[in-house]
């Protein structure tokens, strides 16, 4: 084993050299992408000259690129195609390793892509896929780490807060000893979130404070976003608007500063519920319409959906029924037309028949809109009229 040692090392300088030289060539890889219409970029994984590491690294990096600039439809797009290009790499070319770490960082981009646009059994799909690259090596633990928080916050999405908490007290201690503080405070968040799933407002509550001071003192401003709007959610739960708005504005103004230009909108999407809660109606219609309007340009259906479902009940309360009308009808196209979960269709049917009979409130349009987010965690669930 000694006398092999320093031929399996001079075989991984050699590769890691190749790779670099591969990556400097990443750039004219994308551009090529970026010349290529988008219905016919697969058929770009069948030219020889993009089959290396360092393109689909390339590719990747520039998905990941593309869901920080709220791009979530670009960036699945070339995770896809990154996918699609590992998948016809030569195995005696590049180290088993270093393959496998390449092949599952793309499925690990492609999961993500696919969390952020709602698709999340399609996403689970992509996270074991990535894993699976990942069996058999002994010195990969960050990066089945990485891949386990991306299953852990789809979990939480889906409401499986007990199977997330399970990942994160395994991949917790991994971010630490690796010395990636920024995964390691996604981790608190995700506990934090679990609190806030369990009622337990106040104790959700210092915990993301807790979580803030660090954020601010390492100079994480995406997390420092992200728990300001977690603040927001348990001011509101716990009757503090005031404390809310002051959050939600924080959250707001921070993703924008640094381009997460989605996750602005989310937090814009509860400050303005929580404005028509409030009475506020004017400005928190202006703040839903603006919300819809900028998810809908990023392809995200069913969140410019719910937002409209907001738009739909503050219609009905101010009197404007044929304009609640007409937009119901627009979301119930929407979701056909992007071929959405079709027990939500059938939910916006039922709604839009009630408008049109004049028989619905917004208590039934938020019954609606309840019963579509209830389809994240249960798909199979049937929807019951008030």
Known sequence: ARRAAPSRLRQFVAAARQIELERSEG??????????????????????????????????????????????????GLAVLATDIGGRLAPDVYPAVILAQARANAWRERANAL??????????????????????????????AVIALVEAMILRNLGQTDEALAIVGRTRQVFADHGDSK??????????????TDGRYRESRLCNEQLLAVAMASGDL??????????????????????????????????????????????????????LERGHVARGLAM?????????????????????????GALIVSGKADEARRLARTILNEFTVARLNRRGIEALAYLRDALDAEQTSPAAVDHVRRFIESLRIEPDREFVAM
Do not use: W
């Not at 219409?37 to 994984?45: E, K, Q, T």
């Not at 996604?186 to 806030?196: D, K, P, V």
């Open 183 to 196: 995964r390691e405070l996604y981790c608190g968040m995700i506990e934090a979130m679990a609190l806030f």
């Open 115 to 144: 969390r952020f646009l709602g698709r999340y059994d399609e996403a689970r799909s992509a996270v074991a896929s990535a894993a699976a690259f990942l069996e058999g090596f002994g010195a990969v633990a960050h990066d089945r």
């Open 222 to 275: 995406e997390s420092a976003a992200r728990l300001h709007n977690n603040l927001a959610l348990c001011a509101v739960e716990l009757g503090e608007v005031s404390i809310a708005n002051i959050h939600f504005s924080e959250a707001i103004a921070r993703f924008n500063e640094i381009g997460m230009n989605v996750e602005a909108i989310r937090s814009q999407t509860s400050a303005g519920s929580l404005l």
């Open 27 to 76: 750039a004219a890889a994308l551009r090529l992408i970026r010349d290529t219409p988008p219905d016919d970029r697969l058929g770009l994984a069948d030219r020889a000259e993009l089959q290396t590491i360092g393109v689909v690294d390339a590719i990747a990096a520039e998905a990941r690129e593309r869901l920080d600039r709220d791009k979530p439809l670009d960036a699945l």
């Open 288 to 312: 839903l319409r603006d919300a819809r309007r900028r998810f809908s340009a990023c392809g995200m259906v069913e969140e410019a959906g719910l937002a409209g479902l907001d738009v739909v």
